[in-house]
Nanobody, 123 residues
Framework: QVQLVESGGGLVQAGGSLRLSCAASGSIFSIDAMGWYRQAPGKQRELVAVITSGGSTNYADSVKGRFTISRDNAKNAVYLRMSSLKPEDTAVYYC?????????????????WGQGTQVTVSS
């Protein structure tokens, strides 16, 4: 199967920066899009940023200009550089791999999620 492992979360002061990493492992043939979502206490999970295998990106309005998503297709990895962090960015951040084709069955694209990493921004 496929596993996503995230790293890089932590506690940071407002205005600071963090870099999240996520690596997918397993019998992967290809991954269409990879992205980051977040869920704050009492709120629904929301899209933060997504990047396709071709490098096209999309960001939530709330993070545009502050966050940058990037990807290493050879490593099946995705990164999120977060700058000018605000207390409202506090959440559990989840990595997502969308449209994953696994080697033993490339006819059915699948989605996978990481376990989440906590980001806390203090004021």
């Amino acid at each position: 199967q496929v596993q996503l492992v995230e790293s890089g979360g932590g506690l940071v002061q407002a205005g600071g920066s963090l870099r999240l990493s996520c690596a997918a492992s397993g019998s992967i043939f290809s991954i269409d899009a990879m992205g980051w979502y977040r869920q704050a206490p009492g709120k629904q999970r929301e899209l933060v940023a997504v990047i396709t295998s071709g490098g096209s990106t999309n960001y939530a309005d709330s993070v545009k200009g502050r966050f940058t998503i990037s990807r290493d297709n050879a490593k099946n990895a995705v990164y999120l550089r977060m700058s000018s962090l605000k207390p409202e960015d506090t959440a559990v951040y989840y990595c997502n791999a969308h449209g994953v084709l696994i080697i033993r069955d490339i006819s059915r694209p699948r989605d996978y999620w990481g376990q989440g990493t906590q980001v806390t921004v203090s004021s």
